[in-house]
C-alpha cells in the first residue's frame, strides 16, 4: 500500500519570490553605489517606489508558504519554523561582525560588535527580514484564535500609523519597517487560499493590464494629497503585491523565462544572508563611473546572486551553515 501522494510545489511562489528578491538584492547594490559616489540620477527614483513592492510581495508570499506551520503546536513550530530563523540570524550575524571588521560597510554608524550585541531588542542590518519573520509568525500564531478581521485590521491600523510615521521607533528605520509589513504577512497567511485562486484562475491576457497598473497605481499615488500619503502608501503596496501575483502566475507558465525567477526563490535564503558580504568587497575596489552606473547596478546585482547561489551549493554541504545542527532538530522549514 502506498502512502499519500506528496503535495505538489507551486510554480508561482517561488517565482514571485525570487522576483523579489532580485529587487532587495538591487537595492542593496544601488544603495552601495551611491554611497560611494556613483550618480544614480533616474534609478534613484525607480529604487524608492520600488520600496512599495519588494518586501510587501516577499513578505505576503513568507505569510503563505508559513500557513501549514501556523497550525502546528508552540513546541513543534519552534523546532521547526522559529528555530531555524533564530539560528540563522545569529549565525549570520556573527558572520557579517567578522565580515564587517575587515571589509568597509558604508551604510551604518554602528560598529559591527555593536550590531551583534545589539541584535536581540535593536536590528540594524540587512538580516531584519529574518527578525521580523521570528516576529511575525510569533504574532500570527498568538492571533491564531481571533477572528481573522480583528488581527488583519489591527495590523492595518499600524501599517498605517507606521507610513506616517507615528509609530515610535527610537529613529531606528527597521522597527518602522517592521510595524509597516506586519499587515503583508498577515495577508500571506489569512489570504494564501485567495491568492492562490487568483493565481490558479488568472489567464495569460491578464499579464497586460497587471503590467499597467503597478505604474499607473505609482502615478496615482504621487497625486495623493500628503495628508493621505500614508494610507495610500499601503493600498499602493497592495495593489502591487496583487499585480506580481498575476504576473507571477503568467509567467510560472512559462518555463524558459520563468527560470532564473524560480531558481532564485527556491534559494532565498543563502543569498539574503551572503549578496551584502559580496557586495560591500566588490562595490569597494570598482572604480566609480568605469561603466554606465545602470550597467555596474545591474552587473553587481546579478554578480551577487549567481556568486551566492554558487557559494550556497559549497556551503549547503556543512554542517549549520544554513539551518541549525541536525541535533537540534528532527524537521525544518524553509524560509
Known amino acids: 500500500m502506498t502512502g499519500p501522494a506528496a503535495p505538489v510545489r507551486l510554480r508561482w511562489p517561488d517565482v514571485a519570490r525570487g522576483g523579489a528578491m532580485m529587487l532587495v538584492v538591487l537595492a542593496h547594490t544601488l544603495q552601495l553605489l551611491d554611497a560611494y559616489g556613483w550618480s544614480l540620477g533616474w534609478l534613484d527614483t525607480a529604487n524608492t517606489f520600488l520600496t512599495a513592492i519588494r518586501m510587501p510581495l516577499f513578505f505576503t508570499i513568507a505569510g503563505m508558504l508559513a500557513t501549514s506551520a ?12 522559529l528555530l531555524l530563523l533564530v539560528y540563522v540570524y545569529v549565525l549570520w550575524m556573527a558572520v557579517r561582525t567578522v565580515w564587517f571588521s575587515f571589509v568597509p560597510w558604508p551604510l551604518s554608524d554602528l560598529p559591527p560588535w555593536a550590531s551583534f550585541l545589539l541584535l536581540p531588542v535593536w536590528p ?45 521607533t527610537g529613529d531606528n528605520p527597521i522597527w518602522r519597517s517592521i510595524a509597516l509589513y506586519l499587515l503583508f504577512f498577515l495577508l500571506g497567511v489569512h489570504g494564501s487560499d485567495l491568492w492562490k485562486a487568483l493565481a490558479a484562475r488568472t489567464r495569460a491576457w491578464w499579464a497586460v493590464p497587471a503590467l499597467l497598473l503597478v505604474p499607473a497605481a505609482f502615478a496615482v499615488f504621487t497625486l495623493v494629497p500628503s495628508a493621505g500619503a500614508g494610507a495610500a502608501r499601503v493600498l499602493l503596496s497592495t495593489v502591487c503585491v496583487a499585480a506580481c501575483i498575476v504576473l507571477a502566475s503568467v509567467l510560472a507558465r512559462v518555463p524558459g523565462l520563468s527560470a532564473p525567477f524560480a531558481a532564485v526563490g527556491r534559494r532565498t535564503l543563502p543569498i539574503y544572508v551572503m549578496h551584502t558580504l559580496l557586495l560591500a568587497a566588490a562595490v569597494a575596489v570598482v572604480p566609480v563611473g568605469v561603466v554606465p552606473t545602470p550597467a555596474a547596478a545591474i552587473g553587481l546585482c546579478a554578480g551577487a546572486i549567481v556568486v ?28
Open 308 to 335: 551566492s547561489l554558487g557559494l550556497a551549493n559549497l556551503l549547503e554541504r556543512v554542517p549549520g551553515v544554513f539551518a541549525p545542527p541536525a541535533a537540534w532538530t528532527r524537521d525544518t522549514t524553509r524560509v
Open 70 to 81: 501556523l497550525r502546528r503546536p508552540w513546541g513543534r513550530l519552534w523546532r521547526t519554523r
Open 124 to 168: 540594524t542590518t540587512g538580516l531584519w527580514f529574518l527578525y521580523a519573520l521570528v516576529l511575525y509568525t510569533v504574532a500570527a500564531k498568538a492571533l491564531s484564535r481571533a477572528p481573522r478581521w480583528v488581527s488583519l485590521g489591527a495590523a492595518a491600523a499600524l501599517s498605517v500609523l507606521a507610513a506616517y510615521d507615528l509609530v515610535p
